[in-house]
């Protein structure tokens, strides 16, 4: 559907975007993933037409659009300021394009209505955008854009300036649009818990490059990089050094990790997920290490525990509050615990 | 806080040297008598004079027609200069941006000389319509200097929005831009009409015989003696300016949005 093929932006010698390959395929919700400056919106913004690429291609539908003008693309963008049109009620906000296109005043009226219904404004069109609240106008400006019906429905961090609780809710929301229309959806956001619930595939930017495209599962559990595994989540990096299936960390400590295709004496760092980790009930053939409580973290559902396995080696242990679990059987700080792993849940990285 | 008394008496002062001599001109418009040093009582004869005057009246119609044309000129070309000099790429802006300045501080009467020196070279006689060039060039400054601004604090997205969902540039221009601006413009618009109805310098250096604007006429006026008549004039004018003024600061609440005249509402 969309295809970006070695596809850079320069300003000076500012290099925002580095020849960057990322295929899209028609009808997914795809997510472009990175911290603050890596190259999202200008990425974003050369799909829709307000950039002009240094160099590389950009095929729409097989069509070559490199250059040209938003107006001409079938490409419609959710912008993060929302952009709406302060001067015109919310009926006409979203009946904007479908007039410029020449569109019969009948079908005007059914479409417009009965996107306003979807977003759930139904009541609010000839309001205007000035006297409407932060969620209600981003639901103007996601019917201003989903009206037009386009191909690619472009979305820049649309839900940043949401609180968290409206901010889980139009998240559901916009994937439940996403699959009721079927166009496909590229959404930036640099917040990797909303691209990991919303996504089909996520692209994660480093720096102006695709450190690894994947689905949610690809880049979560087999991240390809050190800088992916640690922008997901929390990943227990640990340096050392790794030689014929094992690691041998910093400290001194070595852990069996199975046969890789490293280098013996390669430096690396060894990664496993804090919910990867036990602290009871071990099965056979685990790793199995002993550490020292340092900290723990009650949150809710959760208890993080901070445990540190030889002294500057800590890592992060996530333990599921269930049901079953009694509060005196947390563990307190300076007591010690046995860790285990399975092996399969080693990330070994360079 | 309690103000200083002497603050408080100055402040009193200043207004009472600014206003009495206007608050003179308004009384004597309504005297009974020619005199221009005791009141004795009050009428419309110098209303009904000023009225029955044609060649004031004229001077009235050609003032209103320069200020209108004026007001619409200096319109249309500021707010391109604004949204230009805005989104020039470059030193260019800048330096353009700077040179929109002087004509705010050069002294009135260089640049009414100026616009003599200029016609005159090119052979252009003096007319209504020099008056008209020279007045517009004049306003494209203030227009500028109050829209820049606002075309700054624009959001490039809302434009580059209207782009996206199928608009060519000048729809853009037309249908999200300017009616973003349409506050700011409409008070400029006010002012300048004010600014060069009153203005007497350019217009006198710029005019032909006949018709004068209505400054100038009343210059020429009162150097054959003063007729009460000039303080009808003088008091109407005031009543137009103060309506207009009114008006400029108006405009934003009627949009409900700031980006009016701040400098004059001060916001
Ligand atoms: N018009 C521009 N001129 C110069 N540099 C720019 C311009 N636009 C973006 N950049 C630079 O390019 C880099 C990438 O910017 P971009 O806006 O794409 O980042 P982003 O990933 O969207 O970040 P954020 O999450 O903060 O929005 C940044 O370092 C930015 O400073
Ligand atoms: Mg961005």
Redesign the interface.
Do not use: E
């Given at each position: 559907m969309i295809r970006l093929s070695n596809l850079s932006k320069s300003f000076g010698e500012m290099h925002a975007v580095r020849s960057l390959d990322l295929d899209i395929e028609a009808g997914q919700f795809f997510s472009l993933l990175g911290p603050s400056g890596c190259g999202k919106t200008t990425t974003l913004r050369m799909i829709?037409?307000?950039e002009k690429p240094s160099a590389g291609v950009i095929l729409l539908g097989g069509k070559d659009v490199t250059y040209e003008?938003?107006?001409k693309r079938d490409?419609?963008?959710v912008?993060?300021?929302y952009?709406?049109?302060?001067?015109l009620s919310v009926w006409d906000n979203v009946a904007?394009?479908l007039r410029?296109?020449g569109v019969a005043k009948a079908e005007i009226t059914q479409r417009v209505g009965a996107t306003l219904e979807m977003v759930q404004l139904g009541e609010l069109g000839t309001r205007k955008p000035?006297t409407l609240s932060g969620g209600q106008r981003q639901r103007v400006a996601l019917a201003?854009?989903l009206v037009?019906r386009p191909r690619v429905l472009l979305l820049d961090e649309p839900l940043a300036a949401l609180d968290l609780k409206l901010r889980r809710q139009m998240q559901i929301e916009l994937k439940q649009i996403q699959r009721e229309v079927g166009i496909t959806f590229i959404f930036v956001t640099h917040d990797q818990d909303e691209a990991l619930t919303m996504s089909d595939r996520v692209a994660v930017m480093n720096n102006g490059v695709v450190e690894q495209c994947g689905t949610p599962e690809d880049v979560y559990e087999r991240p390809a990089t050190r800088f992916v595994a640690s922008f997901m989540g929390t990943s227990n990096l640990m340096p050392g050094v790794y030689a014929d299936g094992a690691v041998t960390l910093d400290g001194g400590l070595t852990v069996n990790v199975g046969q890789r295709s490293f280098a013996d004496g390669t430096a690396v760092s060894l990664s496993v997920r804090p919910e990867k980790i036990w602290l009871s009930d071990f099965e056979d053939g685990m790793t199995r290490v002993r550490g020292t409580v340092r900290e723990t973290v009650y949150s809710g559902p959760t208890t993080t525990y901070l445990i540190d396995l030889v002294p500057g080696v800590r890592v992060a242990v996530l333990e599921q509050n269930t049901a079953r679990s009694r509060n005196e059987d947390r563990w307190a700080g300076g007591e010690t615990v046995d860790l285990g792993w399975r092996t399969a849940d080693c990330l070994v990285l360079s | 806080m309690r103000k200083p008394r002497t603050a408080f008496a100055f402040t009193v002062l200043f207004f009472v040297l600014l206003y009495l001599p206007v608050a003179v001109v308004v009384l004597f418009s309504f005297n009974s008598q020619k005199s221009l040093t005791v009141y004795e009582g009050f009428s419309l004869r110098w209303y009904e004079a000023f009225f029955a005057d044609e060649a004031l009246i004229e001077s009235l119609g050609m003032s209103l027609r320069v200020s209108l044309v004026a007001m619409v000129g200096s319109l249309v070309l500021g707010v391109a200069l604004a949204l230009g000099l805005v989104r020039a790429r470059g030193k260019l802006g800048l330096y353009a941006g700077f040179i929109m300045l002087v004509p705010l501080i050069t002294p009135e009467i260089v640049t009414g000389v100026a616009s003599l020196l200029l016609f005159k070279g090119l052979g252009i006689p003096l007319s209504t319509m020099t008056v008209m060039i020279a007045e517009i060039t004049f306003s494209i400054s203030y227009v500028t200097v109050i829209l820049r601004s606002r075309v700054a604090a624009l959001n490039r997205e809302v434009e580059e929005a209207a782009i996206d969902l199928g608009a060519t540039r000048w729809q853009a221009l037309l249908l999200v831009t300017l009616p973003a601006l349409l506050p700011s413009i409409l008070a400029s618009g006010v002012l300048i009409f004010a600014l060069v109805f009153d203005d007497f310098v350019l217009a006198f250096f710029t005019t032909g015989v006949t018709p004068q604007p209505l400054s100038v006429r009343i210059y020429s006026a009162i150097r054959f003696g003063i007729q009460p008549t000039i303080n009808a004039v003088g008091t109407l004018m005031l009543l137009g300016s103060i309506a207009l003024i009114g008006l400029a600061l108006l405009i934003p609440r009627f949009f409900g949005r700031r980006g009016g005249l701040s400098i004059l509402s001060g916001e």
């Open positions: 829709g037409g307000f003008p938003p107006n490409v419609n963008t912008f993060q300021s952009a709406l049109f302060d001067h904007f394009g410029r296109k000035r201003r854009a037009n | -």
